[in-house]
């Protein structure tokens, strides 16, 4: 995933914001858009056009717990407060409440 090696490198590329304008999101599963929100935070990304895009597309994902604490780590991190994102968490958590583990 670019954009997460983009921020794993901390290197801030003009490029990214082009690449996810031509791509999207709809084609990325549930751990790539969990590694993608990552990667805003870290970037600190904060292009709201793209943020609400990936939080439309994350709507029709299933998210494993690791999934769900990244997004919300993201999304906290990017002050990123829509009524999209705290739906994404809400109903991730509940759906994989059992596989939590403290």
């Known amino acids: 995933?670019?954009?997460w090696s983009v921020?794993?490198?901390?290197l801030h590329v003009a490029e990214l914001k082009g690449a996810i304008q031509r791509t999207g999101f709809g084609h990325l599963d549930a751990k790539d858009m969990a590694?993608?929100?990552?990667?805003f935070a870290t970037l600190r990304y904060r292009d709201l056009p793209a943020?609400?895009?990936?939080a439309d597309a994350a709507l029709q994902?299933?998210?494993s717990p690791q999934g769900?604490?990244?997004?919300?780590?993201?999304f906290a991190?990017?002050?990123v407060t829509s009524s999209n994102v705290l739906q994404i968490i809400t109903e991730g958590t509940m759906r994989c409440?059992?596989?939590f583990s403290p």
């Open 1 to 3: 995933m670019t954009a």
């Open 7 to 10: 921020a794993r490198l901390r």
């Open 35 to 39: 590694k993608m929100a990552w990667a």
């Open 51 to 54: 943020i609400t895009g990936l």
């Open 61 to 63: 994902q299933s998210f």
């Open 68 to 74: 769900v604490a990244n997004l919300a780590w993201a």
């Open 77 to 79: 991190k990017l002050l």
């Open 97 to 99: 409440q059992e596989d």
